[in-house]
């Protein structure tokens, strides 16, 4: 059985720090591309970070460049996002997703992990 079990969301200030993690099973991690996406309410949900299935690259959106970091753990089968100096802005439920990078229309979702940036 396939999951993407997020964790580490919550309230924090602006200016604040945040980690997210994302522990996925049922399928071979290193063989997947990870992301992190994002949805504020009433918005569209946007691509955050990417990182390959190595963790050698890794791109941002450019909302976040200099402020989040996307790592990977393929030992752990866990992808992070630290989220540094955080603004309110940033207030979204927050989603790991998985895409194979041998059949590209295979991808998994997780259920969400929320962060709010509110003083």
């Known amino acids: 059985q396939v999951q993407l079990v997020e964790s580490g969301g919550g309230l924090v200030q602006p200016g604040g720090s945040l980690r997210l993690s994302c522990v996925v099973s049922?399928?071979?991690?290193?063989?997947?591309?990870m992301s992190w996406y994002r949805q504020a309410p009433g918005k569209e949900r946007e691509l955050v970070a990417t990182?390959?299935?190595?963790?050698?690259?890794?791109n941002y959106a450019d909302s976040v460049k200099g402020r989040f970091t996307i790592s990977r753990d393929n030992a752990k089968n866990t992808v992070y996002l630290q989220m540094n100096n955080l603004k309110p802005e940033d207030t979204a439920v927050y989603y790991c997703?998985?895409?194979?990078?041998?059949?590209?229309?295979?991808?998994?979702w997780g259920q969400g992990t929320q962060v709010t940036v509110s003083s």
């Open positions: 997703n998985a895409r194979s990078r041998l059949v590209a229309t295979l991808e998994y």
């Open positions: 049922g399928f071979t991690f290193s063989n997947y591309v």
């Open positions: 990182t390959t299935s190595t963790g050698r690259s890794t």
